[in-house]
């Protein structure tokens, strides 16, 4: 079964409003976990890296008023679109780093955004 | 920087055709080398991976052997099925393990 879970699969928003997206794994404790966004065509781009109790580490072009993330536990991350604007549209994909696992990075199943 | 490089899609092939998709990297030091698959609506799962030179991953009847010396890690499948078609991302993950970059993904198409 699935070993991340993230919530919601899909949300439609207005303009200006702000979402959040939770990511968490449900069977072990992820000290990091990673936020993908997904283009339309299925290029995978890396956003940041969540590290339980510290700052998240942004990618070069990611901005982090915009993305806030938050891990404030072993088996959460979540992502916060703030003031969200129709770009924003996307599919948003967590991952969760298990060390010395057969697979080391667990997804969780996206979630699709869509501002109007 | 490490990088992963592979083939443009779509790909369309006929059930039971032979499957190829390139993948090519830029690393340093001793990375471990993954495809992923990502199905309609879903995220990712992992589908094979090798962690060293030499070493072939296989799984659902899909190979992809790390090659050094060519600095690859291409995909093939001998007879392709319609269940087949979704979208395939090559991976690595460098030697410090602190993140895993992906490759651009390749769409595939299988007609009956």
């Known amino acids: 079964g699935a070993v991340v879970s993230q919530h919601p699969s899909w949300v439609i928003c207005k303009s200006g409003t702000s979402v959040k997206i939770e990511c968490r794994s449900l069977?072990?404790?992820?000290?990091?976990m990673f936020w993908y966004r997904q283009f339309p065509k299925q290029s995978l781009m890396l956003m940041a890296t969540?590290?339980?109790?510290?700052?998240?580490?942004?990618e070069q072009g990611v901005e982090k008023d915009k993305f806030l993330i938050n891990h404030a536990s072993l088996t959460l991350s979540t992502l916060t679109v703030t003031s969200a604007h129709p770009e924003d549209s996307s599919f948003y994909i967590c991952?969760?780093?298990?060390?010395?696992?057969?697979?080391?990075?667990?997804f969780g199943n996206g979630t699709r955004l869509t501002v109007t | 920087g490490n990088s992963v490089t592979q083939m443009e899609g779509p790909v369309t092939l006929s059930e039971e055709a032979f499957l190829t998709i390139n993948c090519t990297y830029t690393?340093?030091?001793?990375?471990?080398l993954f495809w992923y698959v990502q199905y309609p609506g879903e995220g990712l799962q992992l589908l094979l991976k090798?962690?060293?030179?030499?070493d072939k991953g296989s799984n659902k009847g899909f190979e992809a052997t790390y090659r050094k010396e060519t600095t690859s890690f291409h995909l093939e499948k001998g007879s392709v099925q319609v269940s087949d078609s979704a979208v395939y991302f090559c991976?690595?993950?460098?030697?410090?393990?602190?993140?895993?970059?992906f490759g651009s993904g390749t769409r595939l198409s299988i007609r009956p």
């Open positions: 991952s969760a780093l298990r060390p010395g696992q057969n697979s080391p990075l667990h």
């Open positions: 069977d072990f404790q992820a000290t990091t």
């Open positions: 969540s590290n339980e109790g510290s700052k998240a580490t942004y």
């Open positions: 690393a340093t030091g001793y990375p471990s």
């Open positions: 090798a962690t060293k030179a030499d």
């Open positions: 991976a690595l993950m460098g030697s410090s393990a602190s993140k895993i970059i």
